[in-house]
T-cell receptor
Framework: GAVVSQHPSRVICKSGTSVKIECRSL??????MFWYRQFPKQSLMLMAT?????????EQGVEKDKFLINHASLTLSTLTVTSAHPEDSSFYIC?????????????FGPGTRLTVT | AQTVTQSQPEMSVQEAETVTLSCTYD???????LFWYKQPPSRQMILVIR??????QNATENRFSVNFQKAAKSFSLKISDSQLGDAAMYFC?????????????FGKGTLLTVNP
C-alpha cells in the first residue's frame, strides 16, 4: 500500500510554454501533498505544501505565480510550471501524507524530470 | 530553525562489510522524528528507517540500524553486510511532531558506493 505516482516521468518543453505535472495517491487518500525540487547531486528542496481544498503554502523564495499548485481532490495534486525557462529544468518530486500532523508518514512519488529547451 | 548536517559527502564500503553514515541535527524541540531515506539511481525516495525521539531504543530494520544520541543530537546509520544494491544517495531527515510546520528537513546527503 501507500503508492504515489507521478505523470509524466519525463517532459521536454520549449521556453515560454507551461507544463503540468500530476501527483496521485493510488491507494490512499492524501490530505496533504508536498512538492520538492532536486538539482543534480543535491538534496530535496521543499517548494510548497498543499492541503486538499486549500491554497498551497509556499516556501520562502518560491514564486507562487510561476509554480501553480492545485490540490483539488484527496488523490490528486498538480504542479504547473508557467512560462517555463531553462533554469526551471530540474527533477520534481511529490510526496503525499494521509494526515496533516507530524505523525503521518510521507510517501514519495518517482519524480518528474523537466527539461526546458 | 531546524538544520540537518551530513558531514560525509561520499563514502565507500566493500561488499559484505559494515559502514556508518553520520548525521547531526539542531533543534529546540523535545519530540520529533528522524529518518534515513535512500535514493538509488532511479531517484525514487525509499524510507530506510525511522526513529521517534521519545524512544530511547535504537531503531533497526534488518541490516540497517541507527545510533540515536539525543543529547548529542546525533543520528548515524549503520549498514551491515553491505550489498551492491545498497549503493545510493542517503539522506538524513528531521520532522517535528507537535507543530503545524511538519515538513521534512533534509541533510545534503551522502553518496554511498559499494565495491565488489
Amino acid at each position: 500500500g501507500a503508492v504515489v505516482s507521478q505523470h509524466p516521468s519525463r517532459v521536454i518543453c520549449k521556453s515560454g510554454t507551461s507544463v503540468k505535472i500530476e501527483c496521485r495517491s493510488l491507494d490512499f487518500q492524501a490530505t496533504t501533498m508536498f512538492w520538492y525540487r532536486q538539482f543534480p547531486k543535491q538534496s530535496l528542496m521543499l517548494m510548497a505544501t498543499s492541503n486538499e481544498g486549500s491554497k498551497a503554502t509556499y516556501e520562502q523564495g518560491v514564486e507562487k505565480d510561476k509554480f501553480l499548485i492545485n490540490h483539488a481532490s484527496l488523490t490528486l495534486s498538480t504542479l504547473t510550471v508557467t512560462s517555463a525557462h531553462p533554469e526551471d529544468s530540474s527533477f520534481y518530486i511529490c510526496s503525499a501524507s494521509r494526515g496533516t500532523g507530524g505523525t503521518y508518514e510521507q510517501y514519495f512519488g518517482p519524480g518528474t524530470r523537466l527539461t526546458v529547451t | 530553525a531546524q538544520t540537518v548536517t551530513q558531514s560525509q559527502p561520499e563514502m565507500s564500503v566493500q561488499e559484505a562489510e559494515t559502514v556508518t553514515l553520520s548525521c547531526t541535527y539542531d533543534t529546540s524541540e523535545s519530540d520529533y522524528y528522524l529518518f534515513w531515506y535512500k535514493q538509488p539511481p532511479s531517484r525514487q525516495m525509499i524510507l530506510v528507517i525511522r526513529q521517534e525521539a521519545y524512544k530511547q531504543q535504537n531503531a533497526t530494520e534488518n541490516r540497517f540500524s541507527v545510533n540515536f544520541q539525543k543529547a548529542a543530537k546525533s543520528f548515524s546509520l549503520k549498514i551491515s553486510d553491505s550489498q551492491l544494491g545498497d549503493a545510493a544517495m542517503y539522506f538524513c531527515a528531521y520532522r517535528r511532531v507537535r507543530s503545524s510546520n511538519y515538513k521534512l528537513t533534509f541533510g545534503k546527503g551522502t553518496l554511498l558506493t559499494v565495491n565488489p
